[in-house]
């Protein structure tokens, strides 16, 4: 797959970007990595033309873009960037940051479902179930009501001491 054209200037700053990544990038960035949208492949901080795309799938011609607040307070340079990647043929999915943090599976989602609308004449039928699904949910009623919030927000990380532990009430 070509990949678009990028000022070579910007690689360093990808890379930094790579190491400094907001905690919504980092988020999504576990379910997008490693070919898990339906075996498509995305990069991170990936440079194009004058811009670094916070994901870009090179073979669906796909950016997807996390806006938080720098974002709000520049809508002209995003419609330029906007205009410049239609172009090149790139579609651009914006998601907010706030809805990226509280849910990245629903963001990883949303995805599927645009690639499965646009795409789905390159998708082979072991595409079209999600791959973080746990195949002992298949056909029960928690998978028909799976739980889409982030693993922070059902104490995942809590659990796994990652947050420093409020003391029990009674002690």
Same mark, same amino acid.
């Given at each position: 797959?070509?990949?678009?054209? +990028?000022? *070579?200037? $910007?690689?360093?700053?990808?890379?930094?970007?790579?190491?400094?990544?907001?905690?919504?990038?980092?988020?999504? @960035?576990?379910?997008?990595?490693?070919?898990?949208?339906?075996?498509? #492949?995305?990069?991170?901080?990936?440079?194009?033309?004058? @811009?670094?795309? #916070?994901? +870009?799938?090179?073979?669906?011609?796909?950016?997807?873009?996390?806006?938080? #607040?720098?974002?709000?307070?520049?809508?002209?340079?995003?419609?330029?960037?906007?205009?410049?990647?239609?172009?090149?043929?790139?579609?651009?999915?914006?998601?907010?940051?706030?809805?990226?943090?509280?849910?990245?599976?629903?963001?990883?989602?949303?995805?599927? #479902? @645009?690639?499965?609308?646009?795409?789905?004449?390159?998708?082979?039928?072991?595409?079209?179930?999600?791959?973080?699904?746990?195949?002992?949910?298949?056909?029960?009623?928690?998978?028909?009501?799976?739980? $889409?919030?982030?693993?922070?927000?059902?104490?995942?990380?809590?659990?796994?001491?990652?947050?420093?532990?409020?003391?029990? *009430?009674?002690?």
């Amino acid at each position: 797959m070509d990949s678009p054209p +990028y000022n *070579p200037n $910007l690689k360093q700053r990808a890379r930094e970007l790579r190491k400094e990544g907001t905690l919504a990038e980092i988020l999504l @960035w576990r379910h997008l990595k490693s070919g898990q949208r339906l075996d498509f #492949d995305f990069h991170r901080q990936k440079p194009i033309l004058e @811009w670094i795309a #916070d994901f +870009y799938c090179a073979e669906l011609k796909l950016v997807v873009e996390i806006d938080g #607040d720098s974002h709000r307070a520049k809508p002209e340079s995003d419609a330029v960037k906007e205009s410049a990647f239609r172009s090149l043929g790139i579609t651009i999915l914006r998601f907010g940051d706030q809805e990226t943090k509280r849910s990245p599976e629903g963001v990883a989602l949303q995805i599927d #479902d @645009w690639i499965r609308a646009n795409h789905a004449g390159r998708l082979t039928t072991s595409q079209h179930t999600p791959p973080f699904e746990h195949p002992s949910r298949e056909g029960t009623q928690a998978h028909a009501s799976a739980d $889409l919030s982030s693993p922070l927000e059902r104490g995942g990380a809590q659990r796994r001491g990652v947050f420093a532990r409020k003391p029990h *009430p009674s002690r």
